[in-house]
């Protein structure tokens, strides 16, 4: 994979995963968005006049946009999997930043992850 394949996905990877927690601070100053009728439309309005989550669906629109950048230029069945990075990167910045707590078990899926990803990447 060339080195500029691989910055686009990996571009379009990180602005997925900062998506991601921005949309969980967003909403997380909203708390549990009810499923009741009544009360959702006024929660969903709730959830999109935060700032973080207006800024997480951008990234998530300039995201796909370099995402398909990187798929022009590689096999899907090579690109796909290079999502799963973002699961590890969600996980460390969220107990970084959001005080998750990461324990063994899943720092054995994660490294799982990477080593099914470094394998896909140098096939």
Avoid: D, H
Avoid at 93 to 115: F, K, N, T
């Amino acid at each position: 994979m060339a080195l500029s394949t691989f910055a686009f996905l990996f571009s379009g990877v990180l602005c997925n995963a900062a998506a991601q927690l921005l949309l969980k601070a967003g909403v997380s100053t909203v708390g549990a968005i009810p499923v009741e009728r009544a009360a959702l439309v006024n929660a969903v309005w709730q959830v999109l006049i935060q700032w973080q989550v207006a800024a997480g669906l951008a990234l998530y629109g300039i995201g796909v946009a370099v995402w398909i950048v990187g798929l022009s230029r590689i096999e899907v069945s090579v690109a796909y999997p290079m999502l799963s990075v973002g699961y590890v990167l969600n996980a460390v910045a969220a107990s970084w930043l959001l005080g998750e707590m990461i324990g063994p078990m899943r720092v054995a899926g994660m490294l799982l992850i990477l080593g099914g990803v470094l394998l896909v990447a140098r096939s």
